[in-house]
């Protein structure tokens, strides 16, 4: 298995709900990422975990919330969100923790999310 | 910071015409840089890496360390390259990360 599987491809949730996305790799991947996409824009980082450890948080509002159970699962939940968080949220995840020339990212399709 | 530019956000031409989307970085030491592709529909993916000098797909990119530039060219240009393209760095320091650039919209015309 050489992709990164995030469910649901979809959601739409209310500004009140809870919710989760989630992301999944059996590639033996030691560090996974979320980044988030608006449309027509780049990527932008929001957290890495590296060995199920939180290494890097963005300065993402605490709305957003990011889990790592285990090595090959990773969740972001969502509480309380704004309509401008919709935006097509990606996971990716690296055989290398450490950022580098020689790292390469495998992304996910991505959770489309929109918000009213 | 260190950060990748893409001066164009749209470039259009035609099959079999050459292409190159251009890439420039500020940095201050080595750089790391990707070309990722994103095609409609499809997940983003790697397409070259700088250390690695390969050609992928027919693209190619020449680190220029006098130009600070990674652009990414590919002699004859087919339909189905049409696609978002970031160029991407690994900002040094004690937060290293991958940052992407703005992106340039290609679109082959047949």
């Known amino acids: 298995d050489t992709e990164v599987t995030q469910t649901p491809k979809h959601l739409v949730m209310g500004m009140t709900n809870k919710k989760s996305l989630k992301c999944e790799q059996h590639m033996g991947h030691r560090a996974m990422y979320w980044y988030k996409q608006k449309a027509k824009k780049p990527p932008e980082l929001m957290f890495v975990?590296?060995?199920?450890?939180?290494?890097i948080n963005e300065s993402v509002p605490s709305r957003f919330s990011p889990e790592c159970p285990n090595s090959s699962l990773l969740n972001l939940h969502l509480h309380a969100l704004q309509p401008e968080d919709s935006a097509l949220y990606l996971c990716?995840?690296?055989?290398?923790?450490?950022?580098?020339?020689?790292?390469?990212?495998?992304f996910g399709a991505g959770s489309r999310l929109t918000v009213l | 910071a260190q950060r990748v530019t893409q001066p164009e956000k749209l470039l259009s031409v035609f099959k079999g015409a050459p292409v190159e989307l251009k890439c420039n970085y500020s940095?201050?030491?080595?750089?790391?840089l990707f070309w990722y592709v994103q095609y409609s529909r499809q997940r983003l993916q790697l397409l070259l890496r700088h250390i690695s000098r390969e050609s992928i797909k027919g693209f190619t990119a020449d680190l220029n360390k006098g130009e600070t530039s990674f652009h990414l060219k590919k002699p004859f240009a087919q339909e189905e390259d049409s696609a978002m393209y970031y160029c991407a760095s690994i900002s040094s320091g004690s937060a290293r990360q991958l940052t992407f650039g703005s992106g340039t919209q290609l679109t082959v015309l047949p």
């Open positions: 940095y201050s030491g080595s750089p790391e």
């Open positions: 990716a995840s690296s055989q290398d923790p450490a950022f580098s020339g020689a790292n390469v990212l495998t």
């Open positions: 975990y590296s060995y199920e450890k939180l290494s």
